[in-house]
Nanobody, 129 residues
Framework: LHLVESGGGLVQPGGSLRLSCAAPEFRLDAYAVGWFRQDPAKAREGVSCISPSGDDSYYADFVKGRFTISRDNAKNTVYLQMNSLQPEDTAVYYC???????????????????????WGQGTQVTVSS
């Protein structure tokens, strides 16, 4: 089982991108889904996570007010709208599926990353002028 991310690219500071996370082989609507990012010089960090129904979400402090997570369960896809991008947002962005019954907050807790088993291959986001 795997997830497929898309939507990354090169954007100027202040620009926007929308990332998509799809599940070609299974239904995502029963699971919380999260976005994570990793720069080679840093540890992987949770960006935003959303509950199965979409009624609860978590945002890391460094993206609050700039990024919005959403999901369209009919399309089996989770999105991350990223606005006001800055060079420090440059990283490979990954989506992951939570184990059953998890909510948004525990999924984005760094102590739980090792328990996430279903990931995508990542999409590169580069913010540069």
């Amino acid at each position: 089982l795997h997830l497929v991310e898309s939507g990354g690219g090169l954007v100027q500071p202040g620009g926007s991108l929308r990332l998509s996370c799809a599940a070609p082989e299974f239904r995502l609507d029963a699971y919380a889904v999260g976005w994570f990012r990793q720069d080679p010089a840093k540890a992987r960090e949770g960006v935003s996570c959303i509950s199965p129904s979409g009624d609860d979400s978590y945002y890391a402090d460094f993206v609050k007010g700039r990024f919005t997570i959403s999901r369209d369960n009919a399309k089996n896809t989770v999105y991350l709208q990223m606005n006001s991008l800055q060079p420090e947002d440059t990283a490979v962005y990954y989506c992951a599926q939570a184990p059953p019954t998890w909510g948004a907050s525990p999924m984005c807790d760094s102590r739980n990353y090792k328990l996430l088993e279903v990931w995508g291959q990542g999409t590169q986001v580069t913010v540069s002028s």
